[in-house]
């Protein structure tokens, strides 16, 4: 993947881990939730088409700014840190290569094949 993308996805990673520093939160609660949503991974048990789908609702970024705007707008700060732990990790997981995936397998994604030079 182009260094210019990592480098965005990085700078999405630092900003998300800014926002959470406004939240009535520990700043290592971050860090703490950070790998949470790989979660999704468990749906690949029932097989690739299963595990496609709830893998990339947990690493959709336009569904964690919803559930941060939900929170915010209600004032729900434990919403508005799960919206900014799920577009941090998805861009950090964007930083390392790993894309929304396809229902091909684990491996395939919209950002290319992982584990394969892209860039």
Do not use: C
Request: aromatic share 22%; charged share 15%; net charge positive.
């Amino acid at each position: 993947m182009n260094t210019l993308i990592r480098l965005e996805e990085f700078a999405m990673f630092v900003f998300g881990f800014y926002l959470f520093t406004f939240l009535p939160f520990s700043w290592w609660w971050f860090f703490v939730f950070l790998l949470a949503p790989d979660i999704g991974m468990i749906g690949y048990i029932l097989g690739n088409k299963i595990g496609a789908i709830s893998y990339n609702i947990f690493h959709h970024k336009g569904l964690a700014i919803v559930i941060y705007i939900f929170g915010a707008y209600y004032s729900l700060p434990l919403l508005e840190g799960s919206g900014i732990i799920l577009f941090s990790h998805s861009a950090l997981d964007r930083t390392l290569g790993y894309g929304l995936k396809y229902k091909k397998g684990f491996k395939f994604t919209h950002l290319g094949e992982v584990g394969k030079n892209n860039g």
